[in-house]
Nanobody
Framework: VQLQASGGGLVQAGGSLRLSCAAS????????MGWFRQAPGKEREFVAS???????EYYADSVKGRFTISRDNANTVYLQMNSLKPEDTAVYYC???????????????????WGQGTLVTVSS
């Protein structure tokens, strides 16, 4: 599975961005997709994930109510980010994997495929 992320950029605090991640290749080898982020000097952290057929969505507490994850039938996952804060500044990575348990959706080690990352910078 190949993942191509896009949509990052520079935005002022309070603004919005929409990230996209297009999956290609053997997409049948994964059922869940997610977004993770890594700020300078910090570990990669979970942001949001979504199950097959969009049945279930999961969010980190820090983004709940501001970010929305969705996916379409063309193997593309989106992350709508509203009310952005400077602390949201990070490289955002999309990921895909075959996820079985609820805990899998928040665990980066359970994702087998990763995109190249897209930089989001929120200015104060």
């Amino acid at each position: 599975v190949q993942l191509q992320a896009s949509g990052g950029g520079l935005v002022q605090a309070g603004g919005s961005l929409r990230l996209s991640c297009a999956a290609s290749g053997r997409t049948g080898s994964s059922n869940g997709m997610g977004w993770f982020r890594q700020a300078p000097g910090k570990e990669r952290e979970f942001v949001a994930s979504i199950s097959a057929s969009s049945i279930t969505e999961y969010y980190a507490d820090s983004v709940k109510g501001r970010f929305t994850i969705s996916r379409d039938n063309a193997n593309t996952v989106y992350l709508q980010m509203n009310s952005l804060k400077p602390e949201d500044t990070a490289v955002y990575y999309c990921a895909a994997g075959w996820l079985q348990y609820l805990s899998d959706y928040r665990n980066p080690t359970r994702y087998s495929y990763w995109g190249q990352g897209t930089l989001v910078t929120v200015s104060s």
